[in-house]
């Protein structure tokens, strides 16, 4: 590619990264995320039930310390 050329391509790129990006704009201003709020849906309001039990309050130790620290004191 010649000098010439590749400016040419490189000027191309960047007009259209320049009306892309202003086409862009208009696209996201619909989407406002402190607008007005939906209506919610009809129905009864329940709480989700607990499904995973609590975390134990110890971590039990893995087998293998279990067994090299009774072979120390054997």
């Known amino acids: 590619m010649t000098e010439s050329r590749l400016v040419k391509v490189l000027r191309l790129a960047f007009a259209l990264v320049v009306v892309s ?6 696209t996201l201003s619909g989407m406002n995320p402190f ?4 209506k919610p849906l009809p129905g009864e309001r329940r ?3 607990k499904v995973a039990p609590s975390p134990p309050d110890e971590v039990p130790q893995p087998l293998t310390w279990r067994i ?3 072979s120390k004191l054997a």
């Open 21 to 26: 990006s202003v086409a862009g704009c208009d």
């Open 35 to 38: 607008g007005d709020k939906k």
């Open 68 to 70: 090299e620290s009774s």
């Open 47 to 49: 709480p989700v039930p």
